[in-house]
């Protein structure tokens, strides 16, 4: 307490209670994970398909070691994001033909879309 409002430097110094990392109050997050992507979008789609919750600052497709399509993208503000998972996550991106190619006892994990928060390692 006796820190609390000290100059060290040119730095004030401010002192708080110690919060566990899961108390942290959430501010809300803006990148977001995309997973089940079709092998063959491009990211003028990937940025169509997400345009219409909010402005776009970054995105960008990449592949896995299996060749496996995976996408990241980045809103301007929390409550786009949050619009965007709750309207794209599950979706079924296949056309009727894959469909109907496809038996339908699959896992459904596997072609259905997976959109949901960006988290670091």
Known sequence: E??????????????HAFVKRGEVPEKG?????????????SDKELQDMFKPFGRIKSSVIMSDKLDRKFAFVDFEAPEEAAQAISELNGKDLRTEEQ????????????????????QSK
């Open 2 to 15: 006796r820190v609390n409002g000290m100059q060290i430097g040119e730095k004030t110094v401010e002192v």
């Open 29 to 41: 997050f803006t990148n977001l994970y995309v997973k089940n992507l079709p092998s063959d979008i």
């Open 99 to 118: 469909k109907a190619a496809q038996k339908e006892d699959g896992a459904p994990e596997s072609y259905q879309l997976y959109v949901g928060r960006a």
